[in-house]
């Protein structure tokens, strides 16, 4: 009866407190409490906090697809929600099971974590200081991630997990594909610079314009010879075979996504745009399972480690009072 009240009264308090008056209807939404933890309570807000620096690389990765950017943003909410839940049941078994981390230990971690992050303790709450957080605010939420982590160092261990070899060779011959060492292209490349065509949003204007020709059947190597800003001689075809690695990594990962004879949408760098169209693909021999036995079982053992993670935040769900509402 007591935990019921001590919950319901946390709940009532956070609505009082989301609640608007006049013209606050924006801070109400950013507030409003999204999930409910035993007798805490986790908001909008602090989701939001949590999310902000994944969300700003998926806000600059698909700035020119906002239906993606909807999708993965709505994705990374969720699990940025659930890693929030999981923080709570952690620091409640902490706590009912009596564990005691000495908190010189912890003092000592937290000095560490701000030198490797912040320089030093000015810098820090210069930072917190933009961000409107309290030195208190930003040693509470580190104490309570270095607590997570040891718990999860204490129930979620690899001593344990046992691979073995059948599942070893199982995995192998399932994945043959992944372990075909130094796959290598012949690719062609169409380079807008920047510099020559009037700044980035002319060049990508002109690259949209070029990658729409080549929608239409036109041949790559010749609008290649026409627009290109490097290798027009040959079509844009560099001369060499090219292995992963050897290019910037979006253009890399442009490439190597690439069937033979497909082209790339406009790749955009600070310095110009990119079209790539792979001509050859040149399948290396399949590596010795020998050769890859410690990369499976390492693979295998982060898998068997996940599960047994999930395993246990689900029974400290079981026995927790866990409810989430929609954002």
Request: hydrophobic residues 40%; charged residues 30%; positive net charge.
């Amino acid at each position: 009866m007591t935990r019921n009240l001590s919950r319901l009264i946390a709940v009532l308090a956070a609505v009082l407190l989301a609640r608007p008056a006049m013209g606050q209807g924006l801070s109400a939404q950013r507030n409003s409490v999204v999930a409910e933890v035993n007798d805490k309570i986790i908001t909008r807000q602090m989701v939001t906090e949590s999310m902000s620096r994944e969300a700003d690389l998926l806000r600059r990765q698909y700035a020119r697809q906002p239906k993606l950017y909807a999708q993965e943003y709505t994705q990374l909410r969720a699990d940025t929600l659930e890693l929030l839940v999981r923080r709570e049941l952690v620091l409640r078994e902490y706590k009912e099971k009596g564990f005691k981390i000495p908190e010189s230990i912890i003092e000592q971690r937290l000095r560490e974590d701000i030198r490797a992050q912040y320089g030093d303790r000015v810098t820090l709450i210069k930072t917190l200081q933009k961000s409107a957080m309290t030195y208190e605010e930003f040693a509470r939420r580190e104490r309570e991630r270095i607590i997570q982590m040891v718990m999860h160092g204490q129930f979620i261990s690899k001593a344990n997990i046992v691979i073995s070899p059948r599942k070893i060779e199982e995995y192998y011959v399932a994945n043959k594909d992944q372990f075909r060492a130094g796959v290598e292209i012949r690719v062609r490349i169409i380079f807008l610079d920047a510099k020559k065509h009037g700044g980035p949003e002319d060049t990508r204007k002109l690259a949209d314009e070029i990658h729409q020709v080549l929608q239409a059947d036109s041949s790559f190597a010749e609008v290649a010879s026409v627009y290109s800003d490097q290798n027009r001689a040959t079509g844009g075809l560099r001369p060499d075979w090219v292995k992963r690695g050897v290019l910037t990594p979006a253009l890399d990962r442009a490439a190597f996504a690439l069937g033979q004879g497909q082209v790339s949408s406009v790749v955009a760098l600070a310095h110009g745009c990119f079209i790539l169209r792979c001509e050859e693909i040149r399948q290396a021999k399949l590596k010795t399972l020998a050769e890859v036995r410690g990369q499976i079982e390492q693979t295998l053992l982060e898998a068997e480690q996940q599960a047994s993670e999930d395993k246990w935040y689900e029974r400290l769900k079981r026995k927790s009072y866990v409810r989430q509402f929609s954002f």
